[in-house]
Nanobody, 124 residues
Framework: QVQLMESGGGLVQAGGSLRLSCAAS????????MGWYRQAPGKQRELVAG???????NYADSVKGRFTISRDNAKNTVYLQMNSLKPEDTAVYYC??????????????????WGQGTLVTVSS
């Protein structure tokens, strides 16, 4: 009933930029926090950036000053602008949303939703 669809990944040279998008769709009542995570080969998934519904943001130290997270609440969409990309940014990037969705008549349920992931490859 709820889907997160990511787009914008790809191959880019070091120093380049990419913009990721993630649109949430389905029987959504509200979306609280949204975020981007990434997982490099052989490593654990880590938080890249998060944003509350009110626009408060937080970033991993490794991306501060290079990445910017934003969201459009009317479109249930979150973005990640990635500048000055480095080879160590290579990973699968996942969108995450803390939301409530409609489940039956007059019934809402919480959901920690994830996208399918989009690959970002930064060449040196």
């Amino acid at each position: 009933q709820v889907q997160l669809m990511e787009s914008g990944g790809g191959l880019v040279q070091a120093g380049g930029s990419l913009r990721l998008s993630c649109a949430a769709s389905g029987s959504i009542f509200s979306i609280n926090r949204m975020g981007w995570y990434r997982q490099a080969p052989g490593k654990q998934r880590e938080l890249v950036a998060g944003i509350t519904r009110g626009g408060s943001t937080n970033y991993a130290d490794s991306v501060k000053g290079r990445f910017t997270i934003s969201r459009d609440n009317a479109k249930n969409t979150v973005y990640l602008q990635m500048n000055s990309l480095k080879p160590e940014d290579t990973a699968v990037y996942y969108c995450n949303a803390d939301l409530e969705y409609y489940s039956g008549t007059n019934n809402r349920k919480p959901l920690d939703a994830w996208g399918q992931g989009t690959l970002v490859t930064v060449s040196s």
